[in-house]
């Protein structure tokens, strides 16, 4: 379990520093998405089977896609489509879906080989995290809140005259 989790960090390391290099955002967002799925097969090595289930749904699943179409919908223009055209070839998708594939057998080694689910720490269930989180740590909770409310009034205001910027006529 150990190498596991090791392989593990060392692909969310790269996809992370991957993403942070690429030009093209499209895929600096699926190499952070391979950075997400990296560190759900850690907690899960972990044992902690509840935060990878939330990190992948939610973060890789529900955020990432939300980025992805943002990023899709302010893309408009004449040039558009050639730019859609290459982001669709085949050698765009090679380094994301390499990493995804070794965390998918990485997945599938450690489901076959430890199926046992006893795992070394208690099990923590959804009431249980709920509160801790509107309990004792209810302060980190409502400033991580207010940070992503400036962060999403912040996008709307740059979103907002990107496209304004956009719908003018030369």
């Known amino acids: 379990m150990t190498a596991i989790f ?4 060392a692909i969310a390391v790269v996809a992370t520093f991957l993403t942070i290099t690429r030009v093209n955002v499209v895929h ?3 190499y952070f998405i391979c950075s997400l799925l990296a560190t759900g097969v850690m907690f899960f090595v972990l044992g902690a089977t509840f935060v990878a289930a939330l990190v992948v749904i939610i973060n890789a699943g ?10 899709m919908m302010l893309n408009v223009g004449p040039q558009s489509a050639d730019q859609e055209r290459a982001r ?3 050698h765009v998708w090679i380094g994301p879906g390499l990493l995804s594939l070794l965390l998918l057998i990485e997945l599938v080694y450690s489901l076959g080989r430890y199926h046992t689910g006893v795992t070394s720490g208690q099990t923590v269930g959804p ?3 709920g509160t801790a989180l509107f309990g004792p740590y209810l302060l980190a909770v409502e400033l ?11 996008a709307y205001h740059l979103g907002r005259g990107v496209m304004t910027f956009m719908d003018r006529k030369p």
């Open 127 to 129: 009431q249980q995290v």
């Open 144 to 154: 991580a809140s207010m940070l992503l409310l400036a962060g999403l009034l912040g």
């Open 62 to 71: 529900a955020i990432m896609v939300l980025f992805v179409f943002v990023i």
């Open 88 to 90: 669709l070839r085949p």
């Open 6 to 9: 090791y392989i593990s960090a």
């Open 28 to 30: 600096s967002l699926l």
